[in-house]
């Protein structure tokens, strides 16, 4: 079976750099990540498979941090291969690649549940348009991303070289220096819950709105997940069975209800706006935002526009630093911001900016975020 020569794995701790696989039936995808790969010198790559079996096989010898694993492969696909790798390698992370396609994100969530740490959707290669600008930046971004979580566990992050680009949203998560300033909690009535998420969001939002669900009767949910197209209706339908509250994509002008959860829609901003008594979705096609479409920021914004101190905002695990300007605005607004803690992370960018930047009223694991609103809830009701 075709692949690459891998080097024999290094000792441990001689080498900083995040030691990456590549597996994909695709020749010219292995080709073409693999150059990616080797041209960052904070990368290695220490082998290219076509399928699953092979990189099982070979698995314990290049000892790697991270994996890109395509789903639709022949002799032993990615869902099955999965479960293998994270049983024979538990200190790797696991990156899993799938069609832009509605089967692609059902298969991409189910490697979720399974333990994949992210996904990453596949331009279409046969429309000439796999090797963009946006998606290799995002692949990059990912690698190291969860490949510097793996080293710092490891305890070999320390000589990690810098990226080869330096663009905003490949910054490395932030970690704050010394104590993090926190602001009070609003006094007033939370109105609204708005949450912001993304690497390890799906998973995130499923635990917490499985906790919330039958507490979100009287107020509205806004959730901004970064996800493409058809990723995100699909993610609705995997909290309304969570959460047993219709969650379901914002639809333009659409008003916000008590007890419904609305998910932005990939490709698009969503935006609140008040319309005489009701507050009602507006979507936006502008720029991408922090790299993001749809991002959090711009919601946050209007949250703090409409809800001002009876808003509760949530900044969920993610890459990049999307949602902490935001959630200034909520908070200098007199709103409430709780993000998660960095253990209970896939990555702590999102919600370590926020909590870097003085912007949280607390910082919880995500297993204490239900029961803190269900808390806050409680008080309205009373």
């Not at 069609?99 to 290669?125: I, N």
Request: hydrophobic fraction near 45%; include cysteine.
């Amino acid at each position: 079976m075709p692949q690459s020569p891998a080097p024999a794995a290094s000792a441990p701790g001689a080498d900083a750099r995040i030691r990456v696989m590549v597996v994909d039936d695709s020749v010219f995808v292995r080709g073409i990540v693999s150059r990616w790969l080797s041209e960052d010198p904070a990368f290695e790559l220490v082998g290219t498979f076509s399928n699953g079996k092979a990189a099982l096989a070979d698995l314990d010898r290049v000892q790697p941090d991270v994996v890109i694993l395509d789903l639709e492969m022949p002799e032993m696909d990615g869902l099955t291969a999965l479960p293998l790798i994270l049983r024979q390698r538990r200190n790797t992370t696991v990156i899993v690649a799938s069609a832009l396609s509605r089967r692609g994100a059902e298969v991409s969530l189910k490697a979720l549940t399974l333990g994949a740490a992210d996904y990453l959707p596949k331009p279409d290669a046969t429309k000439g348009t796999f090797a963009t600008d946006d998606f290799k930046r995002e692949l990059m971004e990912k690698v190291r991303s969860l490949g510097l979580k793996v080293l710092r566990q490891a305890g070999r992050a320390a000589a990690l070289p810098p990226p080869s680009t330096q663009p905003q949203a490949a910054a490395l998560p932030s970690q704050p220096r010394g104590p993090i300033r926190l602001r009070p909690y609003s006094v007033s009535d939370v109105s609204l819950i708005a949450v912001g998420s993304s690497t390890g969001g799906p998973q995130a939002l499923t635990r917490l709105f499985a906790v919330l669900g039958p507490y979100i009767d009287r107020i509205p949910v806004v959730i901004t997940q970064h996800m493409p197209p058809t990723f995100t209706a699909l993610l609705a339908e995997h909290v309304t069975r969570a959460a047993g509250r219709q969650a379901a994509e914002g639809q333009d002008g659409e008003a916000l209800c008590a007890g419904r959860i609305y998910i932005a829609p990939g490709g698009k901003h969503m935006l609140l706006e008040r319309d005489g008594a009701r507050t009602v979705i507006r979507l936006s096609d502008g720029p991408a935002v922090n790299f993001c479409k749809p991002a959090v920021d711009p919601m946050f914004d209007t949250v703090a526009q409409i809800y001002r101190r009876n808003a509760l905002a949530l900044v969920l695990t993610g890459m990049g630093s999307d949602g902490a300007r935001g959630a200034g605005i909520i908070a200098d607004a007199g709103g409430s911001v709780i993000v998660q803690d960095e253990e209970t992370s896939v990555v702590w960018g999102m919600p370590g900016a926020t909590a870097s930047a003085g912007n949280a009223s607390e910082v919880l694991p995500l297993q204490a975020i239900g029961p803190k609103v269900i808390a806050m809830l409680a008080r309205r009701r009373g």
